[in-house]
């Protein structure tokens, strides 16, 4: 069985009993998360989120990147959204690379180098803060004035804001 059929087979047993509102893509709480996409940053269980409250945004590293950036347009301008949350996490896999090492991995590898910024980082509260003025100088982005940014420490469960 794959991992493919595991989590089909657990979506049929699961059946209808996640609670929230489904009715809306508009989300209640009127906040978009953006998150790393490592499987111990669990969103919904961390902030006690039902289905329906918030928008979940993820890539690797939690990084506000182009795409996040169009996402959070989209959330912001079509969805209604007005606070952003950025929580990156300790013991990231992105602080394990290097831009150029990463890349010319990739390189090797395929004989293309890739024209998109690997994001890789040393101190996870530096990327947070990197990732908050991203936000908050988007021309895009109609709320950039509620935008916090948090670490999760995935050993012990604990936020820390960064200012």
Known sequence: MTAIDVLLKRNLELGDA????????????RVAVLTCMDARVRVFEIFGLVQGESHVLRNAGGVVTDDMIRSLALSQRKLGTREVMIVQHTDCGLSLVTEDDFKDELEADTGLRPTWSVEAFREVSDSV???????KRS???????????FVYDVKGGALTEIE
């Open 139 to 149: 021309d895009f982005l109609l709320h950039t004035d509620a935008v916090r940014g």
């Open 18 to 29: 996640v609670p929230g509102d489904r009715r809306s893509p508009r989300p209640s709480l």
């Open 129 to 135: 803060r990197r990732s908050m003025q991203r936000v």
